[in-house]
């Protein structure tokens, strides 16, 4: 399986605007730049992510976007289906039921064992996505990003918040 890279980039966006302070807004163009993505491309995900209840954008010239709820509230398998939908990744296409091996469909009551392989691992992965919040990705921050890049983005929020 493999997610776009909207997924990527949704998922920053979203832990950039859990860092506001609450009544702030940051412009998508802002948010573009902070992560060096095309604006066009990102402001299609950010508003699937408002479409999704996820974040909400404010018009007007202190505009841009917040996140619309807490970000103990919003996991990271809704960013994904906000982004990517919720259609499974496996589809059983039921091949075995073709080819030389065919038999009738009455001989086929029992579903695919690959098709409920893929399953069960697919609902484990969903599991673990929705159990990982925007702010347990916030709290890991302070471990994994470097203090020069905590001054500079520092600064640049300072500068990009509305």
């Given amino acids: 399986m493999q997610l776009g890279e909207g997924v990527e980039w949704a998922t920053h966006c979203c832990t950039v605007l859990a860092l506001m302070p609450p009544g702030r807004a940051m412009p998508a163009a802002r948010l573009a730049e902070f992560h060096g993505v095309a604006p066009s491309y990102l402001a299609k995900h950010l508003q699937a992510l408002a479409q999704a209840g996820i974040v909400e954008s404010t018009a ?11 970000a103990t509230d919003i996991t990271l398998l ?45 609902a484990a992965w969903r599991e673990e996505l929705a159990s990982q919040t925007i702010a347990d990705i916030v709290a890991s921050l302070a471990q994994t990003v470097s203090a020069v890049s905590v001054r500079k983005a520092a600064t640049w929020y300072q500068k990009a918040m509305r």
Avoid: K, T, W
């Avoid at 007007?60 to 807490?70: M, P, T």
């Avoid at 919720?86 to 039921?97: G, K, L, N, T, V």
């Fill in 60 to 70: 007007g010239r202190n505009g841009g976007y917040r996140l619309a709820r807490d």
């Fill in 78 to 122: 809704q960013v994904v289906h906000a982004v990517e939908g919720d259609q499974p990744a496996f589809r059983c296409s039921e091949i075995r039921r073709r080819g030389p091996a065919a038999a009738p469909a009455r001989h086929y009551s029992a579903r695919c064992a690959i098709a409920v392989a893929m399953d069960h691992a697919e």
